[in-house]
């Protein structure tokens, strides 16, 4: 996945390709590649790392006055970041060529059907599947080649195809990943995301899921993908530049939270049914090994150790293996035990946070069996381990982690069912967590809707010097990453504690107007969060709970500011009880005029120890 353009009009395309390429480069990718007409079939040019290779690439070889073609910055899925999983991807002549944003669920199975009827496949990647099949049914009509093959597919898709046979025009498809095609006078555009197409045209139309589009240099026809005509209207785009950049949001962090409900949908695409049923690549490459584990040693850093620590909680009650969560940073150096028949499990966005590397190193080198939990696709992390579970929640800019932490825990509540179905976990418990984790993205939008009442909130905290953020069991990780969120962005000093512990130490810092966050959904532990935050009302702090309905009936006076999030499965409700937390660090450190998206001090990826 990430930035598609495409350009068909009289003027020369590639300089408006990479345009495109280079307004698209914010969202993060590792590769990138062009393709427009060539003297034989078409002529694709890749190159992975930054845009300024591929460029000095296409100047060296690319006819400029082609006045077609198609472009595609990467952010590795399937594959690592190579030239050869670049897109765009090739048929077996040369004459097609596709690019993609989205993921083939069943690529493995169409890969080895094509490959038996006689294709080659040179990629790593799900989107070269697509080109085979286009090539398999390919016939005058492109638009219909492209309908048969995408008939196959099962996953999301926003896709551009280009022909040799056909090459004035390019057809598009939309499946869960967006389309927009821009009409200019004598040119039409398609992108992934508006802020390509500014620079030509701000008259623009938007796919829907299960259409498609052939465009050419006059316009446009866009039809259902069963070939019935749609009428579209243009809009105006009425954004500035830098609005676009950020999909009309403020910020990267805003816009980050906002894709949340995308994220969990895509943690679990393709890996949990709704009968509980669990497909994890990494666990049944591993099966045999892990039937044969006693122990489970988790080592991450920052908000991936937070989200372990509550994927820990989910893992031992759902497949009652002990787990220990360790720092990476602490783990290298305290020389710990490392009991045969334990598989490590590495947790990184990145995948490249150093101590984090260093401690899989070490356990590797004891002998452990590793796995990872990663985001970034053909990260050294994600090459160094046994085997891994992708985060599939695209690239993440905002230097404050929020999608990728709800990611990390959406994915350790499916590897936790993995586990557990394998020990015994009764089926039905795990259809009633599987069923709760589908209608999690729809609470997350709720949630997100609170954004007055968190606004409120925040103004009050910004006036602040402290703040104390309480939850107990599964909540307690996530009274962590509230503060941590709270620090990151908006410099203010904050505590995550156990609630538990108030009254063996804190408590002493609690004076008339202390601010006090505690997560208390009506869980098993409410009544004890219930009494802390009394504990602490005595005294003269300043109560916030993020509380669910039951909750909210019972807190009385003990908050007295409280936020209603909806109820869910007790194991999914810490991936709902932090969204209100991401969002109150975001509005805080908005209300104190800081800039969210480059915190001082802080980098994304920690590379260095
Ligand atoms: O890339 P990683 O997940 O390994 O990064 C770990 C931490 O550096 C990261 O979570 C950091 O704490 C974030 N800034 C938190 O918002």
Redesign the pocket.
């Known amino acids: 996945m990430c930035g598609i353009v495409g350009y068909i009009g009289t003027r020369p395309a590639l300089p408006i390709l990479i345009r495109g390429l280079r307004s698209l480069e914010y969202r993060g990718y590792d590769s990138a590649g062009v393709a427009t007409p060539g003297t034989d079939g078409l002529r694709i040019v890749k190159a992975s790392g930054r845009l300024d290779r591929l460029i000095e690439r296409v100047e060296q070889t690319v006819d400029d006055t082609a006045t077609i073609g198609i472009a595609h910055t990467r952010w590795a899925t399937h594959g690592p970041p190579t030239e050869a999983n670049a897109h765009p991807h090739a048929d077996c002549s040369g004459a097609v060529a596709v690019v993609h944003n989205g993921i083939i669920e069943n690529f493995s199975e169409l890969k080895l059907w094509l490959e038996k009827s006689g294709h080659r496949f040179v990629s790593e990647t799900d989107t070269e599947v697509l080109a085979h099949l286009i090539e398999e049914y390919h016939e005058n009509d492109l638009s219909a080649s492209v309908r048969a093959a995408l008939r196959h597919l099962r996953g999301t898709y926003g896709l551009a195809v280009m022909h040799a046979a056909h090459p004035r025009e390019i057809v598009v498809a939309r499946l869960g990943s967006p389309i927009v095609i821009g009409i200019g006078t004598g040119e039409t555009l398609v992108a992934s995301d508006p802020s390509a197409l500014v620079g030509t045209t701000r008259n623009v139309m938007y796919l829907d899921d299960g259409e498609m589009a052939r465009l050419d240099a006059s316009g446009v026809q866009v039809t259902t993908l069963q070939a019935a005509p749609v009428e579209k209207a243009l809009q105006e785009i009425q954004w500035t530049e830098k609005e676009i950049e950020k999909g009309g949001f403020a910020h990267y962090m805003l816009k980050e939270m906002h894709e949340q409900p995308e994220t969990v949908r895509s943690a679990l695409r393709g890996r949990l049914a709704s009968d509980g049923g669990v497909t994890l690549g990494a666990f049944s490459d591993l099966r045999a090994a892990l039937k044969d584990m006693r122990r489970i040693q988790i080592i991450?850093?920052?908000?991936?150790?937070?989200a372990s620590l509550v994927g820990a909680q989910m893992i031992e009650r759902l497949a009652r293996i002990p787990v220990s969560v360790d720092l990476?940073s602490e783990y290298r150096y305290r020389e710990p035990v490392m009991p045969s028949r334990t598989a490590l499990l590495a947790?990184?966005?990145?995948?490249?946070?150093a101590d984090?590397l260093a401690a899989l190193r070490l356990a590797k080198n004891a002998g452990l069996m590793t796995m990872g939990i990663v985001?970034?696709v053909g990260s050294t992390?994600a090459r160094e381990v046994d085997a891994g579970i992708y985060n599939h929640a695209g690239p993440e800019i905002?230097?404050?982690?929020?999608k990728?932490?709800v990611s990390?825990l959406s994915v350790f509540l499916v590897f936790a069912l993995a586990l557990g179905r394998e020990r015994g976990l009764p089926p039905d418990e795990a259809e009633r967590i599987a069923k709760a984790l589908e209608l999690l993205p729809m609470q997350i939008e709720r949630v997100l809707r609170s954004r007055d009442q968190v606004a409120e909130w925040a103004s009050q905290l910004s006036e602040k010097r402290h703040v104390m953020y309480l939850g107990r069991t599964l909540h307690y990780p996530i009274a962590l990453e509230g503060a941590?969120?709270l620090k990151?962005v908006s410099y203010l000093h904050a505590e995550g504690y156990a609630s538990g512990e108030m009254k063996h130490g804190p408590i002493a810092m609690v004076e008339a107007g202390f601010p006090v966050v505690a997560l208390a959904p009506h869980d098993a532990v409410f009544e004890k969060v219930k009494n802390n935050l009394e504990e602490v009302r005595a005294r003269g702090a300043k109560t916030f709970a993020v509380t669910t309905p039951e909750g909210l009936r019972t807190l009385g006076r003990a908050a007295d500011n409280a936020l209603e999030i909806p109820t869910t499965h007790p194991l999914v409700q810490p991936i709902l009880s932090v969204i209100p937390l991401q969002m109150l660090a975001y509005e805080t450190a908005v209300a104190k005029g800081l800039d969210v998206d480059k915190?001082r001090n802080?980098a994304?990826?920690?590379t260095v120890e």
């Open positions: 991450a850093c920052g908000s991936a150790y937070y990476a947790v990184s966005q990145s995948g490249e946070t984090t985001n970034a992390i905002g230097v404050a982690s929020t990728a932490f990390q941590l969120k990151e915190p802080l994304k990826s920690v």
